[in-house]
């Protein structure tokens, strides 16, 4: 058993405990999210059309990735059975499979893979492998989202602290995170830095997508590109 086996049943109202600091629920971040990245998409020319959700937990971002990008089936994947137990009964579609990491086996054929606030729960010295695996299963000219946690921003700090099971990861920072993904050999194309501002301060939040590229914000995006060749 998983420590998110243990909070699957109430993993929103643990992730409550910590997002209640921003004035916002976990939706507004799980939406912003994808919407950033499908403007990046869009921009890039790009229409992807097979998705992986790599550390997909219940299931959040997956009617997202299907109303914002568009995509036409959705494979998502987490070490955690109860987790993915409640992300079928959350979203049953014949588009979408939720499956423990043993049980996919990478072949090239992922045109998207996206993830969220998983790196810092995967040990260090086992990030290496898990981008090794994200890469295996994209195909080549395929994108990644890598989406974490900004440690240089306190109140992400903070909202960590109040998340049962955030305590003790151990976050990393865009440059790091950059550094990672060239090793296995990803090509950066961006980093973004978006959700600055709490509900409180909303006011201010249409000057965020202009400001992304300071290392401001409470999460981080690197989307990068499996070369073509």
């Not at 109202?13 to 910590?18: F, I, N, S």
């Not at 997002?19 to 990046?40: H, P, Q, V, Y």
């Not at 990644?144 to 602290?161: C, D, H, I, K, Q």
């Amino acid at each position: 058993m998983t420590k998110f086996d243990i909070y699957a049943a109430d993993y929103d109202a643990a992730l409550h405990q910590g997002l209640s600091a921003t004035g916002e629920s976990k939706d507004f971040f799980a939406l912003n999210r994808i919407a950033w990245l499908a403007r990046c998409l869009r921009l890039l020319g790009e229409t992807p059309v097979h998705a992986l959700d790599f550390g997909c937990g219940t299931g959040s971002a997956t009617p997202f990735l299907f109303d914002q990008i568009a995509v036409k089936s959705v494979v998502g994947l987490d070490v955690s059975p109860a987790s993915l137990e409640t992300a079928r009964r959350t979203h049953d579609s014949e588009s979408v499979s939720f499956l423990l990491f043993d049980q996919y086996e990478p072949e090239g054929q992922i045109d998207l893979a996206f993830s969220n606030g998983v790196f810092h729960h995967i040990a260090p010295s086992e990030r290496p492998q898990a981008l090794s695996y994200l890469y295996r299963s994209l195909r080549a000219g395929g994108l990644f989202a890598l989406w974490e946690n900004n440690p240089w921003n306190p109140g992400t700090r903070y909202v960590m602290s109040r998340i049962p099971f955030d305590r003790d990861a151990i976050a990393l920072t865009a440059r790091t995170a950059r550094a990672l993904l060239r090793a296995e050999g990803f090509q950066i194309l961006r980093t973004d830095f978006l959700f600055i501002f709490p509900r409180a301060l909303g006011m201010f939040r249409g000057i965020e997508k202009l400001i992304t590229r300071l290392p401001l914000g409470g999460q981080y995006q690197v989307l990068c590109r499996k070369p073509h060749s």
